[in-house]
């Protein structure tokens, strides 16, 4: 009989030698190392995963690069935007295109010649920067005719706005009865727009 307290206490011990360890576990292992251990396993898959979506995405540069290639292409062909490398550059291709037209409605010009052409600032609040001219010629009415049409026909695609047209019979050498005021203009192609708008931003940075 005297085995069964033994026996007991024994039981009793070995339950409180494993409470003990449970609570040591829960106090000091999981905290110190169980947990930390799970937060560095996560920050691995994090990791690895993260790694696999960069060589994924390594992987596709050079499609995407050849798209992009193929989207620039496609725009530079378009003959709606003006070829030159700079804002200046397609101001002053303005002014020739300007001249051009004038010289061939008037080649002597006294029929059609130019009294004022101004440039003006370019415009970089749209989707495309536009450049633009201010000018005025003074006409007669089959060589206005032409001038417009020589303007807004061809490549690249130029605007006429901000039209004014005056009599002018009489005025000046040129023998024409119109005195017309424009603005002419064209967009820049994106290729060339995006560091035209960043000159402008930081231009306008404090």
């Known amino acids: 009989m005297a085995q069964l307290p033994d026996r007991r206490d ?10 003990v360890l449970a609570v040591v576990y829960l106090l000091l292992v999981h905290p110190l190392w169980t947990q930390p251990m799970r937060e560095v396993e996560a920050q691995i ?3 690895q995963e993260r790694q696999q979506r960069v060589q994924q995405q390594l992987r596709q540069a050079p499609q995407v690069s050849q798209r992009l290639q193929q989207a620039q ?11 030159e490398g700079s804002m200046e550059l397609a101001t002053s291709r303005l002014v020739q295109r300007l001249e051009e037209a004038a010289r061939q409605a008037s080649p002597d010009g006294r ?13 970089t609040t749209g989707r495309f920067v536009r450049v633009a001219v201010q ?8 060589e206005w005719m032409q001038v417009l049409q020589s303007l807004e026909t061809g490549a ?15 005025m000046g050498e040129v023998t024409g009865g119109l005195d017309v005021s424009f603005e002419l203009s064209g967009y820049l192609a994106p ?4 560091p035209a708008n960043a000159q402008a931003e930081v231009g306008n940075a404090p």
């Open 10 to 19: 024994r039981l009793l011990a070995v339950g409180l030698l494993l409470a």
């Open 45 to 47: 898959r994090a990791l």
């Open 73 to 83: 292409q496609v725009l530079a062909d378009q003959p709606g935007f003006m070829p």
């Open 111 to 123: 029929s059609c010649a130019i009294s004022d052409r101004s440039p003006l600032p370019p415009d």
């Open 135 to 142: 000018a005025r010629l003074r006409c007669g009415m089959g």
């Open 156 to 170: 690249p695609q130029l605007q006429v706005d901000r039209l004014d047209i005056l009599s002018a019979a009489g």
């Open 191 to 194: 290729s060339v727009a995006a």
